[in-house]
């Protein structure tokens, strides 16, 4: 049974698993977001321990492989080992997973801050879409809603 699973679940068919199943959790967060159904799926534990089930797929499979994990330290020497580690698709997809969790939970948090502060989910929806594609400037983007709502310039909460 394993075998049939791994069989099926190619880094390219975890990719795409992904890229389609983060986006029920990001038009909740944008649309409903006070909804009971968004705080269970999406700002509970239940999204991080489905990406976290794909991440350690993805270094079991990457295990059984000939990948070396040592190599990835090598990041920190420079912007060529980096740009080296990216052609490996191992690295890549184990990055992706990191980059799609990072940014769903800053997204929840931004949800639920919003709805503490009651700001207007539709003055959330640009830095929720944006925080989807590129993270940090959503969140900057966020923070500086943030500050007018708040009614204080804050640098930590």
């Not at 797929?57 to 912007?79: A, C, K, M, R, T």
Request: hydrophobic share 55%; net charge neutral.
């Amino acid at each position: 049974m394993l075998e049939q699973i791994s069989t099926y679940f190619t880094f390219e068919m975890v990719y795409l698993w992904l890229i389609i199943g983060v986006i029920p959790f990001w038009l909740m967060l944008i649309f409903f977001p006070n909804s009971k159904l968004g705080s269970i799926f999406v700002s509970s534990i239940f999204p991080i321990f489905i990406l976290s089930g794909a991440y350690v797929f993805v270094i079991y499979q990457s295990f059984l492989g000939s990948y070396h994990f040592g190599e990835n330290f090598s990041l920190y020497l420079g912007i060529k080992n980096l740009s080296d580690l990216f052609s490996n698709q191992e690295f890549l997809i184990i990055f992706w997973i990191h980059f799609l969790a990072i940014n769903l939970f800053c997204g929840s948090w931004m949800s639920r801050d919003a709805s503490r502060l009651l700001i207007s989910k539709y003055l959330m929806f640009f830095p929720l879409v944006i925080t989807y594609f590129i993270g940090p400037v959503g969140i900057f983007i966020y923070w500086i809603i943030r500050i007018f709502y708040a009614k204080k310039i804050s640098l930590y909460d």
